[in-house]
């Protein structure tokens, strides 16, 4: 099983500040298959990025992704005060399907 | 447009059977590279895979709960069930259903919270 580690836990940003997640797998997480969500408080979760980098329909263009292997990153350019949210990752590559535990990104 | 909606009990007690049906539309389970997976999240905790079924009715588990789980689905009614045998207070969660497209969760229903208790 892929064990997917996030970090920070939490970050705290003030809008229009830019905003660095990471997620690390215990193994490499095949042909990129990388996801990312975002969930707020009760909602169910929305896929922002797929592919390691590719982003899903109708999400901004702030949002990007990166990294291959064991390492990804998800960035937000600019902090709108709607990105305000707990952010996952999630790796399709293998199964057991697996997700990260959530970095929180809140208001300072 | 995608949509699925989740139902199923709001309580059920320890040892008890819960079964879990999404209900959507949009979309066909038998469009290859389609399939339907459950999700659940503990309050205040993080997401955890479960089950998917795929189009051509290949079924995977998480290895944790695979002795417990089961995976169906009703083509013709756009349905899929998720039964969960000797449930504990643990298994208190929010239940998700996602339409996958290969593999990728991209559409999700709102959740269902079950709860456990005697």
């Known amino acids: 099983e892929i064990v997917l580690t996030q970090s920070p836990g939490t970050l705290s940003l003030s809008p229009g500040e830019r905003a660095t997640l990471s997620c690390r797998a215990s193994?490499?997480?095949?042909?990129?298959?990388l996801a990312w969500y975002q969930q707020k408080p009760g909602q169910a979760p929305r896929l922002l990025i797929y592919g390691a980098s590719s982003r899903a329909t109708g999400i901004p263009d702030r949002f990007s992704g990166s990294g291959s292997g064991t390492d990804f990153t998800l960035t937000i350019s600019r902090l709108e005060p709607e990105d305000f949210a707990v952010y996952y990752c999630h790796q399709y590559g293998s199964s057991p399907w697996t997700f990260g535990q959530g970095t929180k990104v809140e208001i300072k | 447009q995608i949509t699925l909606k989740e139902s199923g009990p709001t309580l059920v007690k320890p040892t008890q059977t819960l079964t879990l049906t999404c209900t959507f539309s949009g979309f066909s389970l038998s469009t290859s590279g389609v399939g339907v997976g459950w999700i659940r999240q503990p309050p205040g905790k993080a997401l955890e895979w479960l089950a998917l079924i795929y189009w051509d009715d290949d079924k995977r588990y998480s290895p944790s709960l695979k002795s417990r789980l089961t995976i169906t689905k009703d083509t013709s009614e756009n349905q899929v069930v998720l039964t969960m045998t000797n449930m504990d207070p643990v298994d208190t969660a929010t239940y998700y259903c996602?339409?996958?497209?290969?593999?990728?969760?991209?559409?999700w229903g709102q959740g269902t919270l079950v709860t456990v208790s005697s």
């Open positions: 193994q490499s997480v095949g042909s990129s298959y």
């Open positions: 996602a339409h996958s497209r290969y593999s990728i969760f991209d559409y």
